[in-house]
């Protein structure tokens, strides 16, 4: 076995190895509605918000292939956030730059910046489940406030790399998304994120989202890295926040659709 598929093998271990203990009966007086909402209010109040990340691709041999990019985000109101994704390196995504409107329960605006043609493509709903520039990540997982988009239901308790977790299930409201469910744990000290596994239009299980370094940023929760294994491919995409910061003074016509169409 050469090299890369060592590394590969030993990557896919590490992630599988993220097991949770079996579930417990979950607590009648709690609901999977109250526990999103309560950890929803945790987010508001960021204002704005700039991110310096690095996504690091991983294919099924293990071959690794890594991107710098930028993120703005701009609260708006009634969960109506809008965000900048900008992508700086390589030279053949250079450029590129995703715009998001969120719209609460609604689908969400996307237009994607797209270099090579020098134009602006606008992100149908029924596209918004493909592949971000390659990555296992979707366009409806870039959403920043999705506590609309879904109807929970707390599936009960369970413990996940030592921590004590809420198990929820999350069924889309909208029909054209790319998965049928979600279940995540979520930590019930400070009601984070640490595990989502995300199950395709079949009802199969797709892929697998790992949250590490969960730590406080000006207040306000925010993570280290985020990795997304799909199982069924064996490829990972892996985003590491390399500078975060918070409360940041961003004008709202930044992310308006013409000035992010002239700022190319």
Not at 68 to 88: N, Q, S, V, W, Y
Not at 208 to 232: C, D, L, M, P
Request: charged share 30%; hydrophobic share 35%; net charge positive.
């Amino acid at each position: 076995m050469n090299l890369i598929k060592v590394l590969a093998s030993v990557f896919a271990a590490t992630v599988v190895s993220a097991s949770a203990s079996p579930l417990t009966a979950p607590d009648p007086s709690v609901s999977g509605e109250e526990i999103e909402i309560r950890q929803d209010r945790m987010q508001t109040g960021y204002g704005g918000e700039t991110r310096e990340m690095t996504m690091t691709l991983i294919n099924a041999q293990g071959e690794q292939s890594q991107r710098k990019l930028r993120f703005e985000g701009f609260e708006g109101a009634e969960r109506r956030d809008r965000t900048i994704i900008r992508f700086d390196y390589p030279a053949d995504v250079r450029g590129t730059a995703l715009l998001t409107h969120e719209q609460g329960v609604g689908d969400d605006d996307q237009w994607l910046f797209l270099p090579a043609v020098q134009r602006v493509k606008r992100i149908a709903s029924s596209n918004q489940s493909g592949s971000f520039v390659g990555s296992e990540f979707a366009y409806e997982d870039l959403v920043v406030r999705q506590i609309d988009k879904y109807t929970y239901r707390y599936l009960g308790d369970a413990a996940l790399d030592g921590r004590d977790c809420y198990v929820i299930e999350y069924l889309p409201k909208n029909k054209k998304s790319g998965y049928s469910k979600l279940v995540r744990w979520r930590i019930k000290d400070n009601l984070q994120e640490l595990r989502t596994d995300f199950y395709d239009r079949k009802g199969e299980l797709l892929k697998q989202r790992f949250i590490e370094g969960h730590r406080q940023v000006n207040g306000f929760w925010r993570v280290a890295k985020v990795t997304v294994k799909n199982v069924q491919t064996n490829k990972s995409s892996v985003l590491s926040f390399d500078q975060i910061s918070i409360k940041v003074a961003l004008p709202e016509s930044r992310f308006n659709v013409q000035e992010f169409m002239a700022a190319q």
